[in-house]
């Protein structure tokens, strides 16, 4: 099978495209056929061994020298095409989507997964479109129902609104009645606002921690301002949930988004703010069962800013880390 395989850290040009070996199902396993893939920031990262400090403390999923895995991707939508003797539901030609564990990825045409790891594609969507929601949408879930506990009447802010978990996190907030401000930079103001954001704070302009809104949640998805400056647009009692982000410099940075996780981690201990670093999202079969639920109901809807044949995956990442990507990048397969 074609797949997009890589030895060493770097930039997109370490990527290339290779004729390998297609995957075996175990028992608890799916073979699937890949339709469409998307890309997420952790696919840079992991192209790059970014943060340094990552291949030190997280040495199940990132080797220290170079890539644990060889094949890139995470999320995917596609065709089973063989089901492992000890899994169940499941059976040859069943459309579905899911999120690749710790293991070779989803920039190919075959991937292997265990059967909880994916669901029944959505009705009402497109492969790629299918493709885009694992990992986005279940950060924005877990960031805002489990971590943030949003409920209605609540005021949400989401830093870094038209982004890929961005997009998700401004529909799921109001899906959770929520009164949601979404920041963003002026190109993206008409997008947010189409997803159902009730203000919109345009970053270019103003400063969402210096105005006088104070939110019971806030939900940082790019890691660039100060904890004090986040905290600051609070309300007393309020809850910050920090998910990712972090620059994509020439080389990999020594702690990245990190340092402000691990400064939240201490910080909490002595605050009545509630600091929550998200650093689990659930990717099994229940958490893409409620986003499936909420797409069906019409309440969630992925966008997707550029699709990319497998082919041309490097120029996709480099998109994504370069050019500030709106929304999701996906691969066509």
Known sequence: MKAIVQDKYGSPDRLRLEEVDAPVPADQQLLVRVRAASVNAR????????????????????????????????????????VGRAVTGYRVGDEVFGHVPDVDGAFAE???????????????????????VPLAGATALAGLRDAGKVHAGQRVLVNGASGGVGTFAVQIAKALGAEVTAVCSTRNVDLVRSLGADHIIDY???????????????????????????????TPTGTLVLSGGGVSGARPSLVG?????????????????????????????????????????????????????????????????????????????
Not at 112 to 122: F, L, Q, S, T
Not at 287 to 310: F, M, N
């Open 43 to 82: 696919d840079w990262h992991l192209m790059r061994g970014d943060p340094y400090l990552a291949r030190l403390v997280l040495r199940k999923v990132i080797g220290f020298r170079g890539p644990k895995w060889r094949i890139r991707g995470s999320d995917f939508a596609g065709r089973v095409e063989a």
């Open 257 to 333: 988004p990190m340092g402000i996780t691990m400064a939240a981690m201490l910080r909490s201990r002595f605050a009545r703010q509630r600091l929550v670093p998200l650093t689990d999202v659930p990717l099994g079969r229940q958490t893409l069962v409620a986003l499936r639920e909420l797409i069906e109901a019409g309440q969630v809807l992925p966008v997707i800013d550029r699709s990319y044949p497998l082919k041309e995956v490097p120029e996709a990442i480099r998109y994504l880390q370069v050019d500030h990507a709106r929304a999701k990048v996906v691969i066509t397969v």
């Open 204 to 234: 270019t302009r103003d400063d969402f921690t210096r105005d006088a809104g104070r939110y019971d949640v806030v939900l940082d998805l790019v890691a660039n301002r100060k904890l004090a400056d986040l905290r600051r647009a609070l």
């Open 110 to 132: 075959y991937v292997c997964v265990p059967g909880g790891a994916v669901d029944r594609m959505p009705a009402n969507l497109t492969p790629e479109q299918a493709a885009a």
